[in-house]
Structures are given as C-alpha cells and as structure tokens.
C-alpha cells in the first residue's frame, strides 16, 4: 500500500520568478532526457517542497494505513491469514521507514514530519479515515486499496527523483505479494459460506465511494499542476489512475459475482474510459480536512505512540549511552 | 516414547509461543519507534510460526489440527505461563518480558536440540537458530535503555521487579519431570531455570540495573495448569472472533 490520491495546492505563476534561468533550464533538460535527480543536485525549491510533501503524504498514508489492517491482525481467522497479515503490515510500516528516508533526503527530519501528522498540517491517504468494520473490510483494503496504490505507485516510479523511485522499487515488489494475499483472502470469502459471501459483499458496499476518492478529485476540479507533470513529480493525472484502476479490477469484482454500488458504472466501449456516478467531492474535501469517521482516532493513536515512546528515543541520544556492537 | 509427558510439554511451549506471538503483534503501529514496530512485529511472526509447527508435531501426536487447537480451546485448556498473557503495557514492560521470556526460550530450545524425540529436536534446531535474533535484540536493547537516561534506567528497574515474580513462572514444574529426563525427551525445568539466572545476571551486570536475590521472589504460577490470570479469555476471544463465525468454513 498505501499511496496514491496525492493531494497537491495550485502553484502561483511567479513561483519560478526567483530561481536561476540557466540553471532551471539544465534541470529541465535533464528531466526531459530521463536522468533522475540525486540529492546533492541542484533543484527548484518548488521541485524540492513538492517533492518532499508527495513523499510525506505517501509515508504517513503507510504508518497510518497500517492501523486500520493491524487491528485485524489479532483476529486474522487462522495461522495462514494470521502470519500473512502480521507480515504485510509490517512490510507497510517498513514502507514508511524508506520513505521517510527518501524524503529526509530532501532537507526535512522524520520527527519534523510525524509532528506535521500529528498536528493535522500534513494529509494522509484519505480513505484510511474510514473503519475497517470486519475481517471482509481488512480483505477489501488487502486486495483492492492495495491495488490502486501499485496502479499509483507504478506510475511513480519513472518519476524523476532518484530516491523516491528506488523507495518505490522495493516497495512495488513488496506490494505484488500484498495483492496476491489480499486477492487470495478475498476467493476464500467468494467461494465460502453464503454469510462470507454476504460479509464481502457488504465490504464493497461500505467502501466503495472511499476506494473512488482514493485516486484524487477528478481532473477538470483538481488544481492545475502541469508544471509537476512536466518536472515528472505527478506521473499521472487523477482520472487517468482511477480509469487504469477499474479497468483493471471492475471485471475481477464482478467475476467473483460481487455487485458495485454504481448503477452508472460501465465501460464507454467507444470511448474505451469507464463511466461512474461521479464520486461525492465534497464529502472527500470535508474527510481529508479533518472531518471523517476516523481521522481523530488516527491521530490520536499516532500522537499517544509517540508520546509513550518518547523516553525510548531520548534515551537512544543519551550522551553516556554506550555502543552497543552487535552480534556479540 | 512417552505420549502424554511429551504432549504436555508440546502444549505449554506452543501455547506460550502463541500467546507471546500475538501479544508482540499487537505493537504493529504503536512502536516507540518505526524500526521497533518491525522487530517486534517479526518476533511475532517467528513466534506464531513457531507455535503453529509445534502443534503440528502435537497433531502428528493424534491432537486436533492447529487452527483448531489455537482458535477453539477455551482459557482453561490452555498451558501457558501467565507472564506471556499480561497486557503489553508499556514499551519498558514489553523489553523486559522479551528479554526475560526469550532468554529461556534460547536455552530451551537449544536443550531440545538433544531430544531423543526427533522429530523436536529438529524443530528446536530450526527455533533455536531464530530465537538467537531474539535474545540479541532483546540484549542490545537492555544493555541501552538499562544504561541511558535517569528514565529509561527506572522505568526498566521498575519493570523489572513486577516482572520477575511471572518470570520464574515459567519454569512451574510438570507432573512429569521425572519421565521427561528419564526417557531424554528433555532435561526438565530446573536445569533450564539454572541456565536461565546465570544468563540474566550476565546481561543485568551489563547495565545500572539491579537483580533483587533470587530467593526473595515468590514465583507467580498456575499457567501450566490451566489457571490463568483476568488478561488470557478477552485474549482469546479476539484472535477467536473471525474463525468462530463458522468453525467449518474456509477463511
């Protein structure tokens, strides 16, 4: 998981006024020859703050993500399921350590950034403001939110900043394995008992419009970010993603005999784009500004783990702390 | 071979690892930092999975197959020790049980290597080789937090006295000690407590912290038996919940 649906704020036209021509021009031409930014190079503070706020946003979208799959852990039904999920969200808060990592890179502290979650001034993937109800719901988020982040992920990784493209190497490997797990768990529920059946069937149901907004307001309200696109920091437009998605994964859902909450929902065989209700964007506006289901418990949970954790990290910087050599 | 010594002995490893297991999950996404959210996370892994393989040896033994015998059984039946079961708590109490718990763990297995049951003392060299990842985390850990901060070293002291009382609770004797070492299946509890102090006073001397004298605490025991604290039923009714739903279906 879990990244994608970036939210990014519309960019004033005198934003490049300040930088050097010449040097932009080179910065550009190398964008445009498919190098990759390192980060020592020279880069635009725009490039660099846009950078480091997509990062950000993809790695608290993994601390926090984790939370609604990792209550599900506890009472995942069986060893199988138990160990596979132990393990995937574990991969996903080790997602947030490399992305962490990537984005300090960029001149911003992993403990400035969680201080920016926790004081609600940084986003976080919007759809993680909703609960996860049963085990149908944890199935959902495996299988399927897990999918649309790859679908976002992959368009990301021929981005233009080194580190954040090789962050997203590893954790586009990683994530293969989560959408086999959650597409496994998700066949077990369709090919089971008519209450399992019914128990995924009401998943899709619940997040459904939450799965729709995951990929960002649609592109004729979204703000104007060609520069981004030009620079290779957004790889792909909103409504691109959410098109590639149901593509992808519509056919799927309805071959398992599932129903979607859309009567709208079809494939444009002209057009060869998917039509839908449009998603509720003001309800995704309301969510990701702080007004969801869950976003004060999510919060709330980040803020008291780092603030019970606090003496263990201060005690890491104790000066008389001793080095400790490993493997003795 | 000695069936119902060596199913006792089964059960109280796999239900201890099982129940260590998922108390260790339960600190994906609440970790003091990223980096300890995934260690405990692995230890948990590699404990569930090392429960999971010892009640397949039991189911090899004519018990229930695992999912049953972990998802089904009510407190009662189970045999772990009750240090295993208690909440979380905070991160100090946490580290200090991993350390006390596992420190055993590492030498039971390595005891187990030399089973005349083989089919455990294969498995025990598997576990055995995991659980060194473990003691050496968990003494790396010790020996920093029990030397830092004025904080870390009492919060670590102070947990470290409520522990102790549980920890020896691990070593509550089996009705069939006697068996176990007369037929080599393993070489009993008191051998293993021995082995135990020596390697915790090692660590400990390593540190600010103190060991009050071993013969001033008084062992909290009952676990091995079935009798277990308030924590192990709201325990297992959650890991319990999905699988209940229908016993028979296929998750």
Known sequence: MYGGGNTFEGIASDSLATEDPEKLAAFEARIARGEKIEPADWMPQLYRKQLIRMIEQHAHSEIIGALPEGTWITRAPGFKRKLALMAKVQDEVGHAQLLYSAAETLGKTREQMIQDLISGKSKYSNIFNYPAFTWADACFISWLVDAGAIVNQLANVKGSYGPYCRALDRICAEESFHLKYGHHCVIYLAAGTPKQREMFQEAINRWWAPMMHFFGPADKISAHTQVLMNWKVKMATNDDTRNQFLDMYVPKIWELGFTIPDPALRKNTETGRWEYTEPDWEEFKRVINGDGPCNKERLEVRRVAETRGRWVREALRSATMKYVEPLV | ?251
């Open chain 2, 1 to 251: 071979m000695n069936t119902p010594a060596l199913t006792e002995l089964l059960f109280k490893m796999a239900d201890d690892q099982l129940i260590l297991g998922h108390r260790n999950s339960e600190w994906t996404g609440f970790g003091p930092l990223l980096e300890e959210d995934i260690a405990f996370s692995s230890m948990a892994q590699d404990k569930v999975g090392h429960s999971q393989a010892l009640y397949e040896l039991l189911h090899s033994l004519g018990q229930p197959a695992p999912d049953e015998v972990a998802f089904l059984r009510p407190a009662g039946q189970f045999h772990n020790c009750i240090f295993v079961e208690l909440p979380n708590g905070e991160y100090d109490f946490s580290l200090i049980r991993h350390f006390l718990y596992d420190t055993a763990e590492s030498i039971r297995f390595e005891l187990l290597r030399k089973s005349s049951f083989e089919p455990l003392a294969q498995l025990a060299h598997k576990i055995h080789g995991e659980l060194r990842y473990h003691t050496l985390h968990a003494n790396t850990w010790i020996k920093q937090l029990g030397t830092a901060t004025e904080e870390s070293i009492s919060r670590l002291q102070h947990s470290l006295a409520f522990a102790l009382p549980y920890a020896l609770g691990i070593f509550e004797r089996s009705p069939f000690e006697k068996e176990l070492a007369a037929d080599g299946i393993f070489e009993g509890e008191d051998v293993l407590q021995e082995r135990w102090r020596a390697k915790v006073e090692e660590v400990i001397s390593q540190t600010d912290l103190t060991l009050p004298a071993w013969n001033t605490i008084a062992p909290v025991l009952g676990g091995r038996q079935g009798k277990h604290s308030e924590h192990l039923t709201p325990l297992l009714d959650e890991m319990g919940e999905v699988f209940r739903i229908d016993p028979t279906a296929s998750w």
